[in-house]
């Protein structure tokens, strides 16, 4: 996709090495309260700098607090996460029962933010709460455009109306980025499907930069990195993991695994970074 202002090239282009590909740590899971392994919020950014990802996703209070870790030459670009689910349960293992928006555009220019980053649920009961998301996005995409700041959307599989078989869940995930799409979406972030074929068919239709979620931590590092190696040979270009490097022994390695496993598409030259 062709950003035809400087400011929303500049921004994004904070987001992505000289390969053209973005290893960026989700940390904004404290809006769940305090996951095991973020009790040090402060602590825990510092340490995830330390491994020299491309870009973080942090809410707007954590921004504001670890401004000052933030900043200088080869600091990370930062997502600004502009919205959240409320979960029937806490920790995001129950339905999704409702979407609010929790900042806005103005507040991410004050902050220095280069991506806002908003989610788009796509398992609502509610087709009231449905239109009232898809009518927050295209406003937030219109702000966006406007002030020059791209747009991360996140079609969200969450609530009862998601499917629960595979082939359907893949069509639902197409459904959710062609939506993201059609509000303006500048880059798409996407769970995988599991299934190259399917996924790959998503890629290949988006006209924007894809990333991949990581989503909740995985029994293995292997199935973690298995999961980028297979989404990047589907066209992928960014990932956005969060829980399975912060809540890992050894962040800084695991960075630098996600990265050759994203960048070399090698499955086994990634485990070796571990080792």
Not at 196 to 219: M, N, Q, T
């Amino acid at each position: 996709m062709q950003h035809t202002t400087a400011g929303t090239v500049r921004r994004l282009g904070n987001l992505f090495d000289e390969s053209g590909h973005s290893v960026v740590i989700a940390m904004d899971h404290g809006f769940m309260g305090r996951p095991p392994g973020f009790e040090d919020p402060r602590g825990l950014i510092r340490a995830v700098i330390g491994a020299q990802p491309d870009g973080l996703i942090l809410t707007a209070g954590m921004i504001r607090h670890a401004a000052d870790l933030l900043t200088g030459r080869g600091a990370p670009g930062i997502v600004m996460a502009m919205d959240q689910v409320i979960h029937e349960v806490e920790n995001s293992t129950g339905h999704v029962e409702a979407h609010r928006p929790l900042t806005s555009v103005e507040e991410a220019l004050r902050l220095g933010v280069d991506v806002a980053k908003t989610m788009l649920v796509m398992g609502l009961d509610s087709r009231a709460e449905q239109a009232e998301n898809i009518a927050y996005l295209a406003s937030m995409s219109e702000l966006c455009r406007r002030h020059e700041v791209p747009l991360m959307v996140e079609p969200y599989l969450h609530g009862r109306r998601v499917p629960t078989d595979p082939d359907a869940r893949a069509a639902c995930l197409a459904d959710g980025a062609r939506i993201a799409l059609e509000v303006g979406a500048d880059i798409l972030k996407l769970e995988y499907t599991g299934d190259k074929e399917s996924f790959r068919a998503v890629v290949d239709a988006s006209p924007v930069p894809v990333f991949i979620l990581g989503g909740p931590k995985r029994p293995t590092r292997r199935e973690t990195l298995a999961d980028v190696v297979d989404a990047a040979e589907c066209g992928v270009v960014g990932l956005t993991i969060g829980r399975n490097v912060w809540q890992h022994t050894d962040p800084i390695r695991m960075v630098a695994a996600l990265r050759t496993a994203l960048v070399d598409r090698d499955l086994e030259r990634a485990m070796a970074v571990l080792e």
